[in-house]
């Protein structure tokens, strides 16, 4: 099993920045994938960013490229979203998430991001 635990969100104005964090604790392997989803109310939800454990690959989705960062530390279990230059569509539940190779997805809890405009 995986707990996947967020921190990190808030209010922020528009333009302005935050970083989410995950930590991370049970059994996690080499190909398993952590990612960023967030939900906007009355929304589905959807993948933001992702990236593989050795941190050489990842994905952003179209509207926060340029402006958000994933990151993976391995020796702390940890996984951060930077975001910057945050706009009111930005604001959401933002979840954290692991993917394991056969497809079995763990979620954190989520945290919440309000933009204000």
């Known amino acids: 099993q995986v707990q996947l635990v967020e921190s990190g969100g808030g209010l922020v104005q528009a333009g302005g920045s935050l970083r989410l964090s995950c930590a991370t604790s049970?059994?996690?392997?080499?190909?398993?994938?952590m990612g960023w989803y967030r939900q906007a109310p009355g929304k589905q939800r959807e993948l933001v960013a992702q990236?593989?454990?050795?941190?050489?690959?990842?994905n952003y989705t179209d509207s926060v490229k340029g402006r958000f960062t994933i990151s993976r530390d391995n020796a702390k279990n940890t996984v951060s979203l930077q975001m910057d230059s945050l706009k009111p569509e930005d604001t959401g539940v933002y979840y954290c998430?692991?993917?394991?190779?056969?497809?079995?997805?763990?979620w954190g809890q989520g945290t919440q991001v309000t933009v204000s405009s």
């Open positions: 998430s692991l993917r394991r190779l056969w497809g079995q997805v763990f």
């Open positions: 049970g059994s996690i392997f080499g190909p398993d994938v």
């Open positions: 990236i593989t454990k050795g941190g050489d690959i990842s």
